[in-house]
């Protein structure tokens, strides 16, 4: 085996919006071990750290609740770091009328800036970002002043080929996307469910 290719200095940043939104376009399991996601994607090389950039799902809906259970399984995954960007309130229009909906802020430039301060400290050696987005690409361009290599992981269909330019582009897989185990889940979302399953179990039985 390559001893240049283990002791290669790998890190992760991995654009939350975007990979959930491109998981349920896909119809895949949107609830993604982030940490076992970057070791998949690392591999043989040497894990540095890993970055997730996500905002906090608004209001107290069913789905925000599990939002919001998701987003605390990702905070306390091991050798990563949780950045909060914020959603921005818009209005848009469709053939049912106007309707409010949401604009993530801050998260390209968070990625940008973080991945541009830790290749000037020589931080890692490899960059892997888990997005299908092309506004990374100056980032990228600019990261060869530093000599660091950057990698693409994108979602079939959504490949942003300026990216091709300056990075190694990795189509996204199935098996990368492994969701977390259900059953550690906060026990409030566990016993509410229960509760609901027992008390139908009992109606049968009347």
Request: glycine content about 6%.
């Amino acid at each position: 085996m390559n001893e240049e290719y283990i002791t290669e200095r790998a890190m992760v940043f991995v654009d939350g919006n975007n990979l959930y939104h491109c998981l349920k376009e896909k119809g895949w399991r949107t609830w993604t071990d982030i940490g076992l996601l970057a070791e998949r994607l690392v591999g043989n090389r040497n894990l540095v750290h890993t970055y997730y950039y996500n905002a906090p799902p608004p209001g107290s809906k069913p789905h925000t609740e599990k939002g919001n259970a998701y987003l605390s399984r990702v905070k306390r995954t091991p050798n990563l770091t949780f950045c909060s960007s914020w959603l921005q309130p818009t209005r848009k229009a469709d053939e049912y009328g106007v309707y409010q909906s949401y604009r993530e802020k801050g998260c390209d430039t968070a990625i940008a800036t973080d991945m541009v301060s830790l290749a000037a400290n020589d931080e890692y050696d490899t960059a892997i970002i888990v997005a299908s987005d092309g506004d990374y690409a100056p980032v990228a361009k600019a990261l060869r002043g530093y000599d660091k290599f950057v990698e693409v992981v994108y979602f079939p269909g959504r490949k942003p080929f300026i990216m091709e330019s300056y990075a190694l582009m990795r189509a996204f897989r199935p098996g990368y996307a492994v969701p977390y185990d259900y059953s550690e889940r906060p026990p409030r979302m566990t016993i509410g469910k229960s509760r609901k399953k027992s008390h139908r179990r009992n109606q049968r039985r009347r």
